[in-house]
């Protein structure tokens, strides 16, 4: 068995997607050959969560405690160096196949209850690919017989072309459509959220009228997103082409990271993590956008990445 677990191809009208079963991955993403996400190798521990499921959270809670309903819990810190809990539980999950076509897959696993989320819930993510690009649809059943906080997200490196050399990193070459009129500041340290403000305060954030990335640091969730006909779109255009993920208001946040590795120069800013969200960073605490999964209710969502 590859690290990164069972494999699965699927490929529809110039589009080609490989999943990988460990965290219900995107392991890759083509159009007509081209790469729109960061791949990574099928033998490969999965770096930096490329295209992994976030569950039952998204994102961060803070020194990974929350209470919930009067209990309180404490999570793993499994991102140390911050003190966060980062991501959820199923990232490193191995989900089992429930259907398997050529242009659809479908994976499935079950967070069992266990100290810091003790509430069984079920988790099935299908992908499927057609003309329109690539779907992913995310649903969290309620099992148990208690309500679940839930949360969900998903974590593609966006590609929009090759770097040109202008920039450190081929991000600093794309243009950016971020259609968000206000951000979620964190601390530098932790990256803990401190308040919800308008991107008219942060200039730097405001990229409502597409403009180019250049040397920005971008690693923020943003909010009161705008778009027609209730969906949602960034995009990301290059000197040919781009590619965009659009959803609708089943995610109100979007998560955007320009993937600075300074440090490592050959994934230094090598492609844009947007991930659109159910709720935003540290939801456990603050109760924003929190679904309240009752037992035996499901919560869905989804959103597609596709070539422009």
């Not at 699965?8 to 589009?15: E, V």
Request: net charge negative; aromatic share 8%; glycine share 10%.
């Amino acid at each position: 068995m590859p690290r990164s677990g069972k494999q699965y191809r699927i490929a529809a009208s110039g589009y080609v997607a490989e999943i990988a079963s460990v965290g219900a991955s995107l392991r890759t993403l083509t159009y007509e050959g081209r790469d729109l996400v960061v791949p990574f190798d099928t033998d490969e521990v999965r770096p930096a969560y490329r295209g992994a499921t976030l569950a039952p959270w998204p994102n961060r809670i803070v020194d990974g405690a929350y209470s919930f309903e009067g209990a309180l819990h404490q999570l793993p810190l499994t991102e140390p160096e911050r003190g966060q809990a980062l991501h959820g539980l199923v990232v490193w999950s191995d989900f089992d196949e429930r259907v398997a076509e050529d242009d659809r897959v479908v994976l499935a696993t079950t967070i069992v209850p266990q100290t810091g989320y003790p509430f069984a819930v079920e988790v099935e993510v299908e992908y499927r690919v057609d003309e329109h690009g690539l779907t992913q649809r995310v649903t969290g059943r309620n099992a148990g017989s208690d309500a679940a906080p839930w949360g969900t997200g998903p974590h593609p490196y966006l590609v929009a072309g090759p770097s040109t050399g202008s920039g450190t990193g081929p991000v600093d070459d794309w243009t950016l459509l971020l259609p968000a009129a206000e951000v979620l500041t964190v601390t530098d340290d932790r990256l803990s959220p401190v308040a919800v403000e308008s991107v008219d305060a942060h200039p730097q954030w405001d990229f409502r009228v597409a403009r180019p990335i250049g040397d920005t640091f971008i690693d923020h969730a943003f909010t009161a997103l705008e778009g027609a006909d209730g969906h949602v779109s960034v995009e990301l255009h290059a000197s040919e082409g781009g590619v965009a993920i659009t959803w609708d208001e089943g995610c109100p946040w979007v998560q955007v990271h320009t993937a600075d590795t300074p440090a490592v120069a050959e994934t230094h800013r090598l492609g844009l993590a947007v991930e659109p969200m159910t709720c935003p960073p540290d939801a456990f605490n603050s109760g924003t956008d929190l679904v309240m999964l009752q037992p035996g209710a499901e919560h869905a969502v989804s959103w597609r990445i596709h070539a422009l």
